[in-house]
């Protein structure tokens, strides 16, 4: 498998440290907002690449998400408040109460989009132990000074701080440092590892420096450092964390470790909206939920993801997605047509193999499924010894090829868990949902109702 690296420009060939087990660290979601399509589209880029690496490498995985409910100010670059407190102070709730509220609207959005959870889900508060420990080991070591608002990494201090940054490989769209105020900092690439709390923070840990909160780039640091070890296979994140949230953890912890923090970096590119930049300012910052309203499924915006390689820019329209719904639809319907010959099945999944193994080429793949006019559900147990339809289902797509074939007893569970919902009987619609999920399946929420996955898909 040969995956683009960010930190060496170049496609490299993939094989876990251990050659076993492929360690991953993905940057979450700072839980302040409902995510947008833009921040969903990160987590199908590293869903389709986690199930490729499991199921076409035939590797063992650990991975680790991050969820930000503490430290992420309104500029990456320590500028402005912090996020989840001007939303808990808008919304005249506790910060503990707005995370509680996206992280879970998170969780739906990514269930939704048959995003396979990751082994551990990291919330930073609970973290703070492990972030004040590395904070302190690189003090010892001489990379941090103390200014009267915090404690601050002296980047000029790590030789090799612009390596993963350079400018060949930023999107215009990514944010820049040209013009970051120096107030106490020493150097404009200096941040901040511990933020020392004003009277009026809603949230504050004690610390050696002083009651305060975490810079928002020592909590990945931190957390993947517990997880994965010194050094692991590979981070994931979009195009806007390499010039600084990156770039910065990679100086914070290698400065630490004198190794490499993770052996390849991987990033996904923004999404736009009718060629413009998305932007809750103009109102164009969609949500899934915006899309399920409208009539879609979840599974049409998953589709039209795939139809971008991940490395591109993607443009979205309403009429992109209409188109995607259509084809997927029809996708479908083409792939439960004809049948084709055991040697014709072979090609194709070779084919739909080489795709994938090319840096996640899903377009190219998808392609290769347009030609696989073969009947999945009759024809199960020889297309399996083939691998296509194991390819198909758990390689890399998610795209509930076989939602038709859900069981009636789950479906009769899941309409009856709906009527206790109307009623407000939640303690028996969370029965049901147990027993819906012993069965193998997941009830989701939705607008409409519900939605019904298998689990493991």
Known sequence: MRLYNTITRSK????????????????????????????????????????????????????????????????????????????????????????????????????????APPKVLSPATQYIREMISHIAELEKLGFTYDTSDGVYFDASKFPDYEKLRRGDNLSPDSPTISRIALGEKRGKNDF??????????????????????????????????????????????GVDHIPIHHTNERAQTEALTNRPMSRFWMHNEFIKINNTKMSKSLGNAYTLTDITDKGYASMHFRYLCLLTHYRTIMNFTWESLDSAKKSYENLVKT??????????????????????????????AIAVLWRADVDLALEYDAVLSLGLREAIEKFTFGLNYHADKIPADVIALANKRLEFKKARDFLNADKLRDEIKSLGYEVLDTKEGYEIRKLNV
């Open 12 to 115: 490299q060939e993939f094989a876990p440290i251990d050659g076993k087990t492929v360690r991953i660290y993905s940057c979450g979601p700072t839980v302040y907002s409902s995510p947008t399509i833009g921040n969903l589209r990160a987590y199908v880029f590293t869903d389709i690449l986690k199930k490729s690496l499991k199921n076409i490498g035939k590797w063992g995985l650990f991975d680790v998400l991050n969820v930000t409910d503490v430290g992420h100010l309104q500029s990456d670059s320590d500028e402005g408040e912090d996020k989840v407190e001007i939303a808990a102070k808008r919304a005249q709730l506790s910060p503990a109460e707005i995370t509680k509220k996206y992280t879970a609207e998170f969780t739906r959005d990514t269930a939704l989009l048959n995003i």
């Open 192 to 237: 901040c590892l511990w933020r020392k709390s004003k009277p009026t923070a809603l949230q504050k840990f004690p610390s050696p420096w002083g009651d305060g909160t975490p810079g928002w780039h020592i909590e990945c640091s931190a957390i993947a450092r517990r997880y994965l070890g010194d050094e692991f296979d590979i981070h994931t994140g």
């Open 335 to 364: 792939i439960k047509k004809n049948k084709l010959t055991e040697i014709e099945i072979a090609a194709l999944r070779k084919e739909f193999q080489d795709a994938i193994t090319d840096d996640l080429n899903t377009a190219k």
